[in-house]
Every structure is written in structure tokens, then in C-alpha cells.
């Protein structure tokens, strides 16, 4: 069973950044993009566990710091010719507030 979780006010989240929470063992990094959409994935590149809350976020899309890949930011999935995937979390925005469903 899931529930939704409140994380923060949207403005403390940098427009064309991220802010890294943990949850349990598992480290989310919730996105927000140039056009205010808001995402949340695991905080671990598909190829070697980059911290993708330290990449460079254009349109809806992550480059990891470490190798350059691409991950798309609603599906988790590595983009162009690389292959993985890390998890994506469903996110809502009420009165401002960011929650997470997990
Ligand atoms: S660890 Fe992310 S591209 Fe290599």
C-alpha cells in the first residue's frame, strides 16, 4: 500500500535543480524543471549509482555527473543508445506543497 508523503514547499526546490531526500535506505531526488513540472526518482544512475541530483536537469531530463548519460525524468529510463533504468516516484502539488507517493 502507498501513501503520500509531504516533502517541502515548491520554491525550495531550485528551479533547474533538485533537493536529495531519504526515505528508509533509499535516497529520492525530487526535480524541478524550467517549465515548474515537478519529478522524483532515485537518486541512482541506471549505469554506475552517479548521484543524479547532481546533474544537469534540461527539458524533463537529468545528465549524470559521473559519464554524461541522460535519464528521462518521468520514466526513469536512460536515454539514446544507453540501456537501464532507476525507479520514478508519482508527485503532487497542493497549496504549493510538494508530496510524494510511496
Ligand atoms: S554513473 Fe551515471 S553515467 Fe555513469
Redesign the pocket.
Same mark, same amino acid.
Given at each position: 500500500m502507498s501513501n503520500w508523503y509531504k516533502i517541502t514547499e515548491v520554491d525550495n526546490i531550485p528551479s533547474m535543480g533538485s533537493r536529495k531526500i531519504e526515505f528508509g535506505d533509499t535516497e529520492i531526488a525530487i526535480f524541478k524543471t524550467k517549465d515548474g513540472s515537478i519529478f522524483a526518482i532515485n537518486n541512482v =544512475?541506471p $549505469?554506475?549509482?552517479?548521484n543524479l541530483s547532481e546533474g544537469l536537469v534540461h527539458e524533463h531530463i537529468v545528465t =549524470?555527473p559521473? $559519464?554524461?548519460?541522460d535519464v528521462d525524468l518521468a520514466s526513469g529510463e536512460a536515454l539514446g543508445d544507453d540501456h537501464g533504468c532507476t525507479n520514478v516516484y508519482k508527485t503532487k502539488i497542493e497549496d504549493n506543497i510538494v508530496y510524494l507517493e510511496i
Open positions: =544512475c $549505469h554506475k549509482q552517479g =549524470c559521473l $559519464h554524461n548519460w
